[in-house]
Structures are given as C-alpha cells and as structure tokens.
C-alpha cells in the first residue's frame, strides 16, 4: 500500500537478525559494546583501506546470516551500497558472498534505502529472505572526498568524522523475531545551494527535514519512542531541529537525535560529528535494534541522510544535493523482541 511518498507494508517483513562491526576509533566511543566485532586496526590485516573496508561488509553480512541460523545459500537478495566509485565496496564484497546482488547508492542514506527496498521485495512476495548492508571507512573517504589522511590537513569545526565499520540486517517473510519493518518515506533530492565538502551536514538537513514532513503528513503523525537521523551532526541536527519547528513539526528534544552524535564520545576530536554510510548503520543495526530486543524501544524512525555528490561534481563547483530515506521498525505482536 501506498500513501503519498509512502510504503505502508501489509506483510511486515521481519528483521532475522542484524549485525554491526566497528574500527578501532570507533572501539572508544560509548556505543562499543552494541558492535559484534571491533578490529584494532584499521587496516584489518589488508593492503589497502580499500580492500579493509570491503572486508568490514563481508564480516558484517556473514555475522548477519551466521546470526540468523542460515547459510548464504538461503539468502536470496543482497542489496548493498556505499561511498566509493562504482560502489566497489559492495560489487566486491558479492563477489565474495555469492548472492544475487543489486547494487545501490544513496550516500550515507544508502543504509535505509537498502532496508526500504529489501522489505519492499519481501512485502510484495517477491523474495522470503533478503540482505541489506552497508560499509564507509575513514580513510577511503578521506581520500575519494577530501585529502589523503597522510596530509594531515587541517579541518574546519563543522567537517565530520567517517565512521570506519559496516552494519547488515537479513529481512524475512518468516516471522525469525518480533522486530518488523512497517513503513518506508522516500526521500526526494534537495539542494539548497550549499557547496562546502566541510558542512555536509547543513546541506543534508533539509532534505532530512522535507522526508520527515512528509512521513508524519503521509500517516497522520505517527507517535515514535525514538526518531533518529543519519548524519547530521552538531550543525545539520541542530538545523532540522529548527526548520521542522519552523514548519509546524516539534519533535520531542528526548526522542529526536542524530547517530552522528551517537557513536563518538565528547572526548573524541571529530569536529561537528560522524558521518559515512556506516553511522546510521552501525547505530540502527547495533544499538537501537539491541534497546529493542531488550523491550526498551518499541516503534523507532531511522532517517538515513545522504550527500550525493562526488569528487568530480565538486571539481566543477556544483552545489550539494541531498536525499534522505525513513524507515519505521517496530517490535509487533507484544512478544518477546528477540
């Protein structure tokens, strides 16, 4: 079913299982414990950060499916995206898994858009059994975006932090848990005109802010324990927050947050927050699906932001467009979570 921008899922696909892997860096920050596996290196044992972060998605979909009780034969879909050219991270990382594969690219709103599209496919009887993951890792963005990490550059207060780790949840027709996927908003493009690679956060709020304006208006203001976006940061949060309220929307200050400011602790130096597909990933399929197993959270809205530019659209001094994608998962039927 369809209501304006968004997917209301009569067959609410559930959530089998989820997994989220983490750096070193991101080993320090507060939501450490709700990782299933955090490497010490950030190289991974590989020979090139490439090549480590494609290892960080492999290990996250096959902890995913391991956690499920299944094999990767079982899976029938693998829908995965990320921030590098020609989405190699994920193109690789099939190439390893063996899954029939649909590439996808939302920047860091790519996390939601997988969840979006694989619990489409599962509601419409399309597929029984579909993966979703995600992956970023600092120093790839580092040098795909900005500079080489070995230049030590200097940044301003308002750059983020690329989260280095991957997320995945297996979506089925089963039920496997109590945790489903109920509605999806998606996002439009939006660009305001802002063309710094620093302040990607101001640029992707109000997409985030126009994609969540329409999830409330679509089902007539849905209550939520928790309303989350992607990666915002200190500044673009601070803005959403603003504009909703300018616009009539006024979100509980203890139930509206950003996993960019989640991640990292204040003693950590990532300027206005984190970024990178892997925030709202490694967030929503680590810690929030884990407050929910343990009853704490009952219906959350995740709203994965993305900045779709690229190296070369900067090159040419375009501004910044931006999508956002909302996703509403909750724990069904007042059983058991887990």
Not at 200 to 212: E, H, K, S
Not at 244 to 260: A, T
Request: proline share 4%; net charge negative; with cysteine.
């Amino acid at each position: 079913m369809i209501r304006g921008r968004t997917w209301i899922f009569a067959n609410s696909p559930y959530i089998a299982a989820s997994a989220a892997i983490g750096g070193p860096f991101e080993a320090k920050g507060p939501l450490a414990r709700d990782f299933d596996l955090l490497h010490e290196d950030i190289w991974l044992g590989q020979d090139s950060f490439e090549k480590a972060e494609k290892k960080l998605l492999e290990q996250a979909a096959e902890r995913t499916i391991d956690k499920a009780g299944m094999r990767k034969e079982d899976v029938q879909f693998f829908l995965a995206g990320d921030l590098l050219d020609q989405v190699i991270t994920s193109s690789f990382s099939a190439r390893t898994l063996s899954v029939p594969y649909l590439g996808i690219f939302g920047a860091c709103s790519t996390s939601m858009e997988g969840l979006a599209l694989g619990a489409l496919l599962v509601d419409g009887g399309y597929a029984e059994r579909v993966l979703a993951g995600t992956a970023s890792h600092n120093s790839t963005a580092e040098k795909q975006f900005r500079y080489p990490t070995e230049y030590g550059s200097q940044k301003p207060p308002t750059a983020q932090w690329t989260v280095t780790g991957a997320g995945a949840a297996l979506l089925t027709a089963e039920k496997k848990s109590n945790l489903q996927v109920t509605t999806a908003t998606i996002g439009r493009v939006v660009d305001m005109g802002i063309s710094d690679p620093f302040n990607m956060g101001a640029a992707m709020a109000p997409a985030a802010v126009d994609t969540i304006e329409a999830h409330f208006k679509d089902l007539e203001n849905p209550e939520y324990d928790l309303i989350l976006t992607g990666d915002l940061g200190k500044i673009g949060h601070r803005t959403a927050a603003d504009l909703l309220e300018k616009h009539g929307l006024q979100l509980p200050k203890d139930r509206f947050g950003d996993c960019g400011l989640m991640i990292y602790g204040k003693d950590q130096p990532v300027q206005a927050g984190a970024s990178g597909c892997a925030s709202s990933a490694c967030v929503t399929y680590g810690h929030v699906l884990n407050r929910m197993r343990k009853g704490e959270l009952r219906k959350v809205l995740i709203v994965a932001t993305g900045a779709l530019l690229s190296p070369l659209s900067y090159q040419q001094k375009e501004s910044i467009p931006c999508i956002a994608h909302a996703v509403s998962i909750e724990v069904k039927e007042g059983g058991d979570p887990s």
